[in-house]
């Protein structure tokens, strides 16, 4: 019998999960809407509604799965990478729980995390597969041969493919964060209206930085010829530039699978949530034959649930850490 107390607080998500013998039994998620406000993460506020959120959330987890704290196997935690003082209150939150109630400490890579959400609920794919990482702060192409054996074969030399969205999202003057938004206008846009350019990059990296500025002198252009511009077609060029950035993500995709005869293909992190890129995945099932594997969206932006299911992993490895364990803003597999 295993119960796993998880914590996660890289971002502006507190998210609490419990996982009883692999199965997620809560997974509370405590946005933090304070941000809307700047168009992006303040990592300072993060910190403090982390604060003010984190003891609520334990409360309302363990409440929801029924769980007494005295009943609790080991306590897991987001280690990095994300933001220092947001992994802060999280690191030093399970830290206390763990020493007060003498339980083992759980230490989880966020990103192998977004990975391992696909073995929270069935079909659950087999090692090895290739796994497409997007999120705010990554875009990576992982070869997942174990639970804890990961490699990364290819990723963004610069942007992600969220900022990506999310500055986009910005030209428009849409509020951050902008990728749900573009995702929602893009249903009723048309994805060839507006054509972009495909960075040419060598291998399997990824590049979003040039991307995002022609879109800048894209609509820059435009609104000169028309102000008017954005309000008259803000469907089309959702549309459009979505299209282009699934196009980007699923080139170079098709490409590792190549490179490594692997035909179990997975998505994770915030940008699998995006509608358009599931789309396209799926079509790619009858084209080429891939076994697809989508996390639920819950599973997909930021939550505790996939670091839980990571902490049991490791807890069913006996891989512990101890109290002198410290956050790590940037943290490799
Ligand atoms: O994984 P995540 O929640 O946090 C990080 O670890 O970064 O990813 C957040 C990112 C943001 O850039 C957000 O705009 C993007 O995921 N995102 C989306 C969608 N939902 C979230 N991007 C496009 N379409 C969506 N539906
Ligand atoms: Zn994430």
Request: aromatic letters at 8%.
């Amino acid at each position: 019998m295993s119960v796993i107390l998880a914590i996660e607080s890289s971002c502006d998500e507190t998210s609490v999960a419990v996982c009883i013998n692999g199965k997620i039994t809560a997974n509370v998620i405590a946005n933090q809407t304070i941000h809307e406000n700047y168009g992006g993460v303040i990592p300072e506020l993060a910190s403090r509604v982390h604060q003010q959120n984190i003891v609520p959330a334990v409360q309302q987890a363990l409440a929801i799965a029924k769980v007494n704290k005295n009943e609790l196997s080991g306590v897991a935690f987001t280690r990095g990478p994300g933001l220092l003082g947001a992994l802060l209150v999280g690191v030093s939150f399970a830290k206390s729980f763990a020493l007060a109630l003498d339980l083992p400490l759980i230490a989880v890579n966020h990103m192998q995390a977004h990975i391992l959400a696909h073995f929270i609920d069935e079909p659950k794919p087999n090692f090895p597969f290739l796994c497409l990482t997007v999120s705010g702060g990554h875009t990576q192409i992982v070869l997942v041969k174990d639970y804890f054996d990961m490699e990364i074969v290819g990723e963004t030399l610069d942007d992600a493919a969220g900022e990506a969205f999310d500055k986009t999202a910005k030209i428009l003057s849409l509020p951050y964060p902008g990728g749900p938004l573009i995702d929602k206008y893009a249903k009723e846009g048309n994805p060839l209206a507006f054509k972009f350019p495909e960075p040419q990059i060598q291998g399997l990296n990824y590049s979003f930085s040039g991307f995002k500025t022609a879109i800048l002198y894209f609509i820059r252009d435009r609104q000169k010829e028309n102000p008017l511009f954005i309000e008259e077609n803000l469907a089309d060029i959702c549309a459009s530039v979505q299209h282009s950035i699934v196009n980007i993500l699923l080139n170079k995709l098709k490409k590792a699978a190549k490179q490594y005869q692997i035909k179990q293909i997975a998505i994770a992190g915030g940008v699998s949530a995006n509608s358009g890129l599931r789309n396209a995945l799926l079509e790619q099932k009858e084209a080429l034959g891939w076994d697809i594997f989508i996390p639920a969206f819950e599973y997909c932006t930021d939550n505790a649930g996939m670091i839980a299911i990571a902490g049991y992993h490791k807890f069913l490895a006996g891989d512990f850490i101890g109290q002198e364990v410290s956050p790590m803003a940037r943290m490799n597999f």
